[in-house]
């Protein structure tokens, strides 16, 4: 096994932590007051080729693996995870399912934009619609429905907690055709937004990731056309599963930067801060926390490359990616929290970034797989 970063691995991972510093830290804590969407930031990702890391050039991306996908994850999520959970929906959900089951039309049409965040000089991102009002967790409870009128389907329904929803200039919307035959009556259709009868609901106001914008969106009597089907007809259950199993990678890595920023900034406040007059580093109890921190994070962050090497390998990723998501988010959740007790008042006020690193971690253990799904995933792969 070789732990080593090749020398293209280190320059992207170095220009994600000179973008996190330069161009996200600057402003965060205003963005995540304001819940004021990133995009300028987002623009500056697609200049750097960050919006399609994992797209084959020819389709506009950058033709990375994963591995470099996850190292800029992390450090983009050190500073602001609401900056990139746009970037790993994009990448993970949108461009992925487009670059692995679309057609060449779809590929052309949406697939290129997607991946270079731009069309004509504009933002163009996408965003994956497969939670509803009753359907989260329990992804073959579909209410939205699709029904084939014979060149096109006729989209009506709900879907919620819908990242890049406002923004968004296309969507990956899962929908049932056929309720007879449960999971194979699902499809996956690509719906632009700005179509007649596509409605963008108020944005949402949440605990954390509060500049990304999560919407409801509704669909009334929208014609979709046959040609904007992902796969065979049916085949949308299967697409959405194979897609989330990636997607769990960025939010896995996602969550791991929170946990390093967290540890990062404990670790550097402890050697400022004083306490019965010495730095606190010198007291027992918060080095002890710190080795804790910095074991744990070490520990996620091989998982996720474990889980990004399979992947680019060709290798079944689906329990690896299971068990870094749910590994590394709940190490998010705790080192966030020992984090603001480390800076103890001072972690209770906003300009020390601690606080909005545990607001923004929860939500880690709940988008893209619940932990009790992972856990679903994962004892079934290994009593498979």
């Not at 080095?287 to 090497?309: I, Y």
């Amino acid at each position: 096994m070789n732990f080593h970063l090749t020398e293209e691995q280190l320059m992207i991972q170095q220009a994600a932590r000179d973008f996190a510093q330069n161009q996200c830290l600057p402003g965060v804590i205003e963005r995540d007051e304001k819940q004021q969407f990133p995009k300028e930031q987002i623009l500056q990702l697609a200049d750097l080729g960050f919006m399609g890391m994992m797209v084959d050039p020819a389709y506009g991306g950058s033709g990375l693996d994963t591995t470099s996908y996850v190292l800029a994850m992390e450090e983009i999520s050190k500073v602001d995870a609401s900056t990139s959970v746009c970037m790993s929906v994009n990448n993970s959900l949108v461009c992925y399912g487009l670059q692995e089951f679309g057609s060449e039309e779809q590929k052309q049409q949406y697939l290129v934009p997607l991946a270079q965040g731009k069309k004509d000089g504009q933002l163009y991102i996408g965003a994956f619609m497969l939670s509803e009002p009753e359907a989260g967790s329990d992804a073959t409870s579909q209410r939205t429905t699709a029904e084939d009128k014979g060149d096109y389907y006729l989209l009506n329904g709900t879907k919620n907690w819908i990242t890049n929803g406002g923004n968004a200039s296309v969507y990956l919307v899962i929908a049932q055709t056929d309720p007879a035959k449960g999971s194979r009556g699902i499809n996956c259709l690509i719906v632009e937004k700005n179509w007649p009868g596509v409605v963008v609901a108020a944005k949402e106001n949440k605990m954390g990731i509060r500049a990304s914008d999560t919407h409801t969106v509704m669909f009334n009597d929208v014609k979709v056309p046959k040609q904007n089907r992902i796969g065979a007809d049916g085949f949308g259950f299967t697409f959405a599963m194979k897609t989330l199993a990636g997607g769990r990678i960025g939010i896995a890595a996602q969550a791991l930067g929170i946990a390093s920023g967290a540890y990062e900034l404990s670790k550097t406040y402890s050697k400022t801060r004083k306490a019965f007059g010495t730095e606190i580093m010198n007291h027992q109890i918060i080095a002890f926390k710190l080795a804790d921190m910095a074991t744990r994070v070490e520990a996620a962050r091989l998982l996720c490359l474990k889980s990004a090497w399979e992947k680019d390998n060709g290798i079944d990723y689906t329990i690896s990616s299971s068990m870094a998501k749910v590994f590394s988010s709940e190490t998010a959740m705790w080192a966030s929290t020992e984090a603001v007790q480390i800076h103890g008042g001072y972690g209770y006020v906003k300009e020390y970034h601690v606080e909005r690193l545990m607001r923004d971690a929860k939500i880690t253990q709940i988008y893209e797989g619940t932990s009790e799904v992972q856990r679903i995933v994962i004892s079934r792969g290994i009593l498979k």
